[in-house]
């Protein structure tokens, strides 16, 4: 080694010491500095305990560099009584080998008592999410007032659900030191709109096998959920259990909520091809037993039904049929059916009828109530028919009391007729005939001398006389009179004859006076006696008579007389007057007395198996040829003057205008078989006026081919005049029994007719009568009511039978009745004289009573109830408020009733007016209608009536009016009438009434007054 210089350090050594002094002196530094570690907590804040301040609590640590724990010091120390304010605190630590580390941290005191800081949302407005409101979420956070974060409680707490409308939410927060904070915001949730539609939950698309070849009914479930309704109800198209035919359908279903959101969904139904393997099910009685109805047994009506899964409802064929006639004893039954497929059922059943019992009473036929003119003041002769028949003994003769033909005092007679059986059973029943008081209308009969001749110079008395059917013997005035002088020559006689009733007759004869010793000889006419005949058809008697006539010579000479030999006289007393004239013109007369009994058609023997009065129409015939057979009222012949003789006024079968023919047959065939004798009777007319190669005939079926049984042709029977005929039956005894009118007639007016066409036969076994009445009904009658109470409503209902004929059916309500708004149900029944009955039902349907719509607006209004508008009588104080009986029935009986208050008025002999003493201002309008309900009762007299009255620019005018015999229908009706020329400022209303009785009542109700611009 080199020595170094003292005291002289070279450069580079120098330099490289301190440069070695540096880096130790860097490198020791830090690593005493990082060797001490010192943990102080963050900034404590705390509230003040008392006005001077707290004591704070707080650690601190320190660790050497080896993890050892070390003592550091803090100024303030732990514990220490802090002011209020921030005061920082200063923390040190040293380790053994002289390290040290030091940190610092302040502790801030609030000031004593200071609240807590609320921290909240402002208010909350929100959209409903549903009906009940929304889910609202909110952030509150509270401090204390050092700062620190404390617990703020709201209610509702951030999260619930809030109604719609507003919320008060109210938050609170408490510190250490239970200092507190309160607060509140509002949460507003607007009302929901719903525009979520609902969810449809459909089935899968589904495969069905068809059960017919027309598909099968497929049953299905579809349900729909919605966020709002809580029941939606999807609808199907086609709709569950619907039939769907064989293929594929597709089903669409659809469901909306109550806001009118909608969803659809789909799916599909196949239904597979069908294959009928299945036969019919057949259905028949259980065995049954029945009692004999007669002693052929009963006639026995079952039920046998089948139905298909693929036909549906089949008809069986049953042996013996159902509605036969089983004997008395055991009958099976046997039924089958197939269906289309060729598939079989079949069934049997027992009939058992027991032995024959007659407990059944005959049934008795007698008219409705019969009303007839007196035919003098005693009464009237009045013939009615009445039968009985039995469904053993067949017809019988019943017994009545006073008898037909019998003499019936003027007013009403009560008939009781009575029929008993071979079994002693009975059966009575009874009709009036009302007689209704005499009205003399027949003039006298005078009765005067045969020409008078005479020589002059003498005076000439006769005798004239006259009798009346009412009056007796009357003293006829004659001019010139009985013992008169009377010149040279002819001088005519009259007599007239005056009754009590006013009724005339005349009759005249010739006085002739001759010069003194030559008196002229007048022919001599020989007359027959007064005669008496009876007729013989309703129109009276063909009368011939002689009349003969010579002159002094011992010469015929000619008679005329009138009515004339030969002529139709009718039912009653008829003059006969002759007169004959010589040819030196001397004359002479003569007269006799025509009296016709009426007609009495001859007996039939035996029972009646048809009639056909024609009273129903040709319903029981048939027509072919000319279609020109109708059925309705004939007048019949007329007298020689044109006046009608008796007419026909039933209903008959006539016919003319038949160039070819017209024929009318009966339907259905008569059973003759098994008879000993039978007769066809019926009455006939013939016209005139029939021209040659013309006729009526009558045919009759009979074994299978049709005989001519009556013809009457021109010429031949064409009188004019109606005539009763019959013709035996014998040779005609067969099942197939029926009657065919033919008519050839070329020119309407031309006509024939008949009427009541009877089949009758005699022994053998009456054939049951087991067929009821066929009943003809509307299939139903719909009308609007005329007014609150309903309507009045008509209708057509007839009856006929096999055997009786024309039978008139019972129906409740009657026709005519006044039915109430709504369905009502119509009985009719009709039972013949075998106690057969039928019934047939329909409904009347009346439509609520619509006033006429009015136009404008309602300006006055008077219903007649407690607030009344102020009205004023005069006249006969007779308008009272009330309820109001309402219309009646036919039969009398009450229909609905009006049910509020009206205005009405009765015996008002005078006129009775109800006068409205407001004015109703109509100035200015361009239009206006009154309108009213009113009543007017049908008992109203002649001259009597209901009037509504106008009041406009000072003048009453009628605006409408009912009267009797127009409007007086007894029932509520409603009108209205036009008020132009009436558009016043003092228009008023005024109701007028005459009706003079008590109850012959009008009534008004409801008056309104519209009116427009």
């Known amino acids: 080694m080199r020595p170094v210089q003292s005291g002289v350090i070279p450069v580079a050594v120098a330099l490289a010491i301190a440069l070695a002094i540096a880096v130790a002196i860097a490198l020791a530094a830090p ?39 070390l003592v550091p010091t803090c100024e303030p120390a732990a514990g220490s009584a802090f002011p209020v304010g921030t005061t920082r605190v200063e923390c040190g630590a040293t380790d053994a080998a002289g390290g040290s580390a030091s940190a610092s941290f302040a502790v801030t005191v609030a000031p004593y008592g200071a609240i807590p800081r609320l921290i909240m949302p402002g208010d909350i407005t929100v959209p409903a999410a549903s009906p009940a409101g929304a889910v609202v979420a909110y952030d509150v956070s509270a401090r204390d007032a050092a700062g620190r974060t404390i617990e ?31 607060g509140y915001f509002t949460v507003t949730v607007t009302p929901y709109v719903d525009t979520v539609p609902p969810t449809i939950t459909v089935p899968a698309d589904m495969t069905v096998p068809a059960v017919s070849p027309a598909g099968a009914n497929v049953a299905y479930a579809a349900s729909a959920t919605d966020n709002v309704d809580e029941s939606v109800t999807p609808t199907c198209e086609p709709p569950s259990a619907s039939a769907f035919p064989v293929g594929e359908t597709e089903v669409e279903c659809r469901a909306t909520d109550a806001a009118g959101n909608s969803a659809t969904a789909t799916f599909t139904i196949t239904v597979s091809a069908y294959v009928d393997t299945v036969p019919p099910a057949l259905t028949v009685p259980a065995d049954m037993t029945v009692p004999a109805t007669s002693p052929l047994g009963a006639t026995v009506v079952y039920d046998a039904h089948a139905r298909d899964n693929v036909d549906g409802e089949l008809e069986p064929e049953c042996e013996p049929p159902s509605g036969s006639t089983f004997p008395v004893g055991e009958t099976e039954v046997e039924c089958s059916v197939t269906d289309a497929a060729g598939h079989s059922d079949t069934a049997s059943f027992t009939v058992t009828v027991s032995a024959y019992v007659d407990t059944v009473p005959p049934g008795i036929a007698v008219p409705e109530a019969i009303t007839v003119p007196a035919d003098s003041p005693a009464g009237a002769t009045v013939e009615y028919e009445a039968t009985a028949r039995d469904i053993v003994d067949g017809m019988i003769v019943p017994m009545c009391e006073p008898p037909s033909g019998s003499a019936f005092p003027v007013g009403e007679t009560e ?44 005076a000439v008395s006769y005798v004239a006389s006259a009798i009346d059917n009412v009056d007796g013997d009357i003293t006829p005035a004659c001019s010139p009179p009985s013992g008169s002088a009377f010149g040279i020559g002819q001088t005519r006689v009259v007599c007239l004859a005056s009754d009590a009733a006013g009724n005339e007759a005349i009759s005249a004869f010739t006085v002739t006076v001759t010069p003194a010793g030559t008196p002229p000889t007048p022919p001599a006419i020989t007359v027959p006696a007064d005669m008496a005949v009876a007729a013989t058809s309703p129109a009276g008697a063909v009368v011939a008579y002689a009349a003969s006539a010579r002159d002094a ?9 009138s009515p004339a030999s030969g002529a139709t006289f009718a039912v009653g007393h008829r003059t006969v007057r002759c007169s004959a004239a010589d040819s030196e013109g001397n004359s002479a007369r003569a007269q006799f007395a025509v009296t016709v009994r009426p007609f009495e058609p001859a007996p039939q023997a035996g029972e009646r198996l ?70 066809l009777a019926l009455t006939r007319y013939v016209d005139r006026t029939l021209d040659a190669g013309e006729h009526l005939r009558i045919d009759v079926h009979s074994g299978g081919a049709w005989t001519t049984a009556m013809e009457w042709t021109h010429g031949a029977g064409d009188d004019g005049v109606w005539h009763q005929e019959s013709h035996d039956l014998a040779g005609h005894l067969s099942s197939d029994f029926k009657v065919r009118l033919v008519a050839t007639t070329s020119t309407a007016g031309e006509d024939v007719a008949v009427d009541n066409v009877e089949v009758w036969a005699t022994g053998g076994a009456p054939p049951e009568d087991a067929a009821a009445p066929v009943i003809t009904v509307p299939e139903g009658v719909a009308a609007a009511a005329t007014s609150a109470a309903g309507a009045a409503v008509g209708y057509a209902a007839s009856a006929s039978d096999a055997v009786d004929g024309h039978i008139a059916p019972v129906c409740r309500p009657q026709q005519g009745s006044t039915f109430t708004v709504g369905e009502t149900r119509v009985t009719c029944t009709a039972t013949d004289t075998a106690r057969n009955t039928a019934r047939a039902q329909f409904t009347v349907t009346v439509s609520p009573f619509v006033p006429a719509p009015q136009r404008g607006n309602l300006v006055f209004m008077e219903g007649f109830g407690a607030e009344t508008a102020p009205w004023a009588e005069s006249g006969s104080p007779n308008w009272t408020l009330g309820r109001h009986d309402g219309p009646r029935n036919p039969d009398g009986t009450a229909t609905a009733s009006s049910d509020n208050d009206v205005a009405r008025a009765d015996r008002c002999d005078a006129d009775c007016t109800l006068t409205l003493l407001r004015t109703v201002d109509l100035s200015g309008r361009t239009g206006a209608t009154m309108s009213l309900s009113r009543y007017v009762d049908r008992a109203l007299d002649a001259g009597e009536y209901l009037k509504v009255e106008v009041h406009s620019d000072g003048a009453w005018t009628t605006a409408m009016a009912w009267t009797h015999g127009s409007g007086d229908d007894g029932q509520w009706r409603h009108v209205s009438h036009d008020l132009a020329g009436h558009l016043a400022s003092d228009f008023k209303v005024r109701l007028v009434a005459r009706a003079s009785s008590v109850g012959e009542d009008v009534a008004v109700d409801d008056l309104a007054v519209w009116a427009t611009g």
């Not at 943990?39 to 601190?60: C, F, H, K, M, Q």
């Not at 008993?420 to 009575?428: K, L, M």
């Not at 005499?438 to 005067?448: N, Q």
Request: aromatic share 4%; proline share 6%.
């Open 610 to 679: 048809f009639l056909e009065a024609f009273d129903s129409g040709l319903s029981r015939w048939t027509e072919s040829g000319g279609p020109n057979w109708r059925a309705g009222a004939h007048e019949g012949p007329r007298n020689p003057d044109g006046t009608p003789a008796s007419a026909h006024a039933a209903s008959v079968a006539k016919a003319d205008d038949c160039d070819a023919g017209c024929t009318l047959e009966m339907a259905s065939p008569v059973d003759l078989s098994g008879r000993t004798g039978a007769t």
């Open 31 to 69: 690593a005493a500095a990082q060797a001490v570690t010192i943990t102080v907590p963050g900034d404590i804040s705390v509230l003040a305990t008392s006005r001077a301040g707290a004591t704070v609590e707080y650690n601190v640590t320190a660790r050497d560099a080896t993890g050892g724990a």
């Open 152 to 182: 703020a409680t709201c209610r509702p707490a951030s999260g619930l659900t809030f109604p719609v409308g507003e919320v008060q939410v109210r938050c609170r927060a408490v510190d250490a030191v239970r200092a507190s904070a309160s």
């Open 415 to 458: 008939v009781e007729c009575q029929a008993t059986d071979a079994a002693g059973n009975s059966s009575s029943i009874s009709f009036i005939i009302t007689v209704t008081p005499y009205v003399d209308t027949v003039p006298p009969v005078i009765a005067v001398p045969n020409d008078i001749v005479v020589a002059d110079g003498a």
């Open 553 to 561: 010579a011992g010469a015929a000479v000619a008679v005329e007389c």
